[in-house]
């Protein structure tokens, strides 16, 4: 039971569509984070949660927002797609007295035309 | 500029070598600090944390020099198995990461 799974695994989409994806957690934990990850760029914070409600910018906010109704259940939403969204997503979580211990779900590839 | 900046290699070594990575960080107010590891295609997983005095987990050693602002990684008697990316993590008020962009480690025979 991996504890943290991510929807869709792959999704390919045109340039001005919406695009929502999920993070589901099986673990009770407060926070919980969306990275992308680029060539060159490494994983950089989009927006993180410390609880229902509770949402944070990180360094690349610009062009994405997130919610979070339910501690299981984090999404990232792209309003309207651009090519430079193209990447792989990566959600997380941590428990609250675990500091630096992130559990990642496998990614998301998302491919914007 | 990166808050957390990785010389991003490729760093090659044979088996047996001992390697070592380091990180710097430009945020003086960072808490604490981590190196995690990805393998290829796959997603990010602890590797250790890094304490001020320095701490050891089999082969692997952290440092860390807050006056300077880096930290370190030491692999000894690397394996092939170490081959993979190294992420280089900050924290700020406990609960934001931020990554470095990665060093790559490729053990060859």
């Known amino acids: 039971d991996a504890g943290i799974t991510q929807s869709p695994r792959h999704k390919v989409t045109e340039t001005g569509t919406p695009v929502t994806l999920r993070c589901h957690q099986t673990?009770?934990?407060?926070?919980m984070y969306w990275y992308r990850q680029d060539p060159g760029h490494g994983l950089r914070l989009i927006h993180y949660?410390?609880?229902?409600?509770?949402?944070d910018k990180g360094e690349v906010s610009d062009g994405y927002s997130v919610s979070r109704s339910k501690t299981e259940d984090f999404l990232l939403t792209l309003e309207s797609a651009t090519s430079s969204q193209t990447s792989v997503y990566f959600c997380?979580?941590?428990?609250?007295?675990?500091?630096?211990?992130?559990?990642f779900g496998e990614g998301s590839r998302l491919t914007v035309l | 500029r990166k808050e957390v900046e990785q010389d991003p290699g490729p760093f090659n070594v044979p088996e047996g070598a001992t390697v070592a990575f380091n990180c710097t960080y430009s945020?003086?107010?960072?808490?604490?600090f981590f190196w995690y590891r990805q393998d290829c295609r796959k997603e990010p997983k602890l590797l250790m944390s890094?304490?001020?005095s320095g701490n050891e987990d089999g082969r692997f050693t952290a440092q860390l020099n807050r006056a300077s602002q880096y930290i370190s990684l030491l692999i000894r008697d690397s394996k092939l198995s170490d081959s993979a990316t190294y992420l280089c993590?900050?924290?700020?008020?406990?609960?934001?990461?931020?990554f470095g962009t990665g060093t790559r480690l490729q053990v060859f025979p």
């Open positions: 993590v900050a924290t700020y008020n406990t609960d934001k990461l931020i």
């Open positions: 673990e009770n934990h407060r926070y």
């Open positions: 890094v304490y001020s």
């Open positions: 949660s410390y609880g229902v409600k509770d949402t």
């Open positions: 945020n003086s107010a960072s808490q604490s």
């Open positions: 997380a979580m941590k428990g609250e007295f675990r500091t630096g211990e992130l559990f």
